[in-house]
């Protein structure tokens, strides 16, 4: 069954939203202080290549805050705009399934019990930072609220995965989808494009790739490069090429159009603070980008799915 609306010729979280609960949702990220085992020397260090400070949780709450205070403030902020909705709790920032289960038990209730117009859980992490307990622990929480993991793949490559310090291999990450889907759980799983080392057909088996296993719900990101990060110094030492803009639309395009009818879209393009971007800058006009994508798609009539399980 897909869920696409006349306006978009692919399934957008909006109208998924719209059609599960008949209004407007709003992810609301707060930062439970986590860190991430691939920067705190657990399994690796440095961390990915492109991460920032903040461990891609640029927009998350002040984690000097509690739970509730971050929470009140950015509900504030948004309800200036929008009066009325639901809301997500959204942890972000690092990789929030790093602590131990007691702790994320407690946290991720009072998230839940901060308000009762919040009614989902929304957790990013790593394939490496889950086990049986903490599998357990996210059931028993799918049972009560609408959860879903997002899970880092940026793609499916092994020698990006060594390029960028990913820090895991695809077998991690499949038997990850594998075992939350088995519990009934959303999964959500992040890709990246523009890897400089990649072809737009290796950006294109990423996307295939995920066809293969059950997930549900894709973010898809352009590489950025920020200023404190590994790749922010590579980049000002040896700049290489990044995709522009029109290659980028046309790589989403492909994607879009061969992934399954019932995956949703939830991210075509990343958000990253302008002040600490250095480039692509053509990703700082979020809209326009999009615009490109649905134009394109609209002229061309072509929407998600229509060449899923051809290759090229
Ligand atoms: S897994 Fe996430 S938080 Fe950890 S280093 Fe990579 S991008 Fe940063």
């Known amino acids: 069954m897909h869920m696409r609306t006349k306006e978009k010729p692919y399934n957008t979280l909006n109208n998924y939203y719209q059609l599960r609960y008949g209004q407007k949702v709003f992810k609301i990220a707060l930062n439970g202080d986590f860190t991430c085992p691939n920067k705190d020397g ?16 640029d927009f998350a709450g002040n984690k000097t805050f509690s739970l509730n205070d971050q929470f009140q403030n950015i509900k504030q902020m948004m309800q200036k705009k929008w009066k009325n909705g639901l809301y997500i709790a959204y942890f972000q920032a690092n990789t929030n399934t790093y602590k131990d289960v007691e702790t994320l038990r407690t946290l991720f209730e009072e998230a839940l019990s901060l308000e009762p117009k919040i009614i989902g859980l929304s957790i990013a992490t790593r394939c490496d930072a889950l086990d049986d307990a903490k599998y357990d622990l996210l059931e028993e929480l799918s049972k009560k609220t609408h959860l879903q993991i997002e899970l880092g793949l940026q793609s499916i490559h ?3 995965a060594l390029w960028m310090n990913r820090g895991h ?97 939830h991210r075509l393009t990343g958000d990253s603070p302008t002040d600490q971007l250095i480039a692509p800058l ?24 229509i060449y899923y399980n051809q290759k090229e």
């Not at 657990?42 to 949780?57: A, D, F, N, P």
């Not at 006009?285 to 009539?301: G, H, L, P, S, T």
């Open 169 to 265: 291999d695809l077998q991690c990450f499949t038997d990850a989808v594998n075992e939350l889907r088995k519990r009934n759980i959303d999964v959500v799983v992040h890709i990246i494009n523009g890897f400089p080392n990649e072809t737009p057909n290796m950006m294109l088996e990423t996307s295939n790739f995920l066809n293969n296993l059950d997930i549900q719900g894709i973010k898809i990101h352009m590489l950025h490069v920020m200023k404190k990060t590994a790749l922010g110094h590579l980049y000002a030492k040896e700049p290489f090429n990044l995709l522009t803009l029109d290659e980028y639309r046309d790589i989403v395009v492909k994607q879009i159009t061969h992934l399954k009818e019932d995956i949703i879209i």
């Open 158 to 160: 092994q020698e990006t």
């Open 282 to 305: 053509w990703t700082k006009k979020k809209f326009i980008v999009m615009n490109e994508i649905d134009k394109y798609m609209r002229a061309n009539k072509l929407h998600q799915a």
């Open 42 to 57: 657990s399994k690796g260090t440095g961390g990915c290549i492109y991460c920032s400070e903040s461990g891609s949780g």
